[in-house]
């Protein structure tokens, strides 16, 4: 069943040029996107499942602290990733 969705031109547009570039139609690059995104209950699951491969095959526990310390740390490290492909020096 097809459906509609209402977006801003510029949005649009946005979209227009993301599937050109990738040979796709906006239609292909939307539905791409909603196989492949996950919610934030998903998310959850999938850390869930990790935290329990890596309590039973390595006997080490995560706590939440350790989870969020992480990400902290993945965030930094990937904003001083996007930094230095800027070329802006501004690497943390």
């Known amino acids: 069943m097809d459906t509609t969705i ?3 031109s510029k949005a649009r547009d946005q ?3 993301l599937a050109q570039v990738r ?3 906006m239609r292909a690059l939307i539905e791409e996107f909603a196989a492949t995104a996950l ?3 998903q998310l959850e699951e999938r850390a869930e499942r990790t935290r ?3 309590s039973e095959e390595f006997g080490h526990r995560f706590s939440d602290e350790d989870s969020a310390a992480l990400r902290s740390r993945m965030r930094e ?3 001083a990733h996007r930094a230095a492909l800027r070329g802006t020096g501004d690497a943390a």
């Open 23 to 25: 040979g796709t139609t």
């Open 15 to 17: 979209l227009a040029a």
């Open 39 to 41: 919610t934030p209950q």
């Open 52 to 54: 329990a491969f890596l």
């Open 77 to 79: 490290e990937y904003s």
């Open 6 to 8: 209402k977006i801003d």
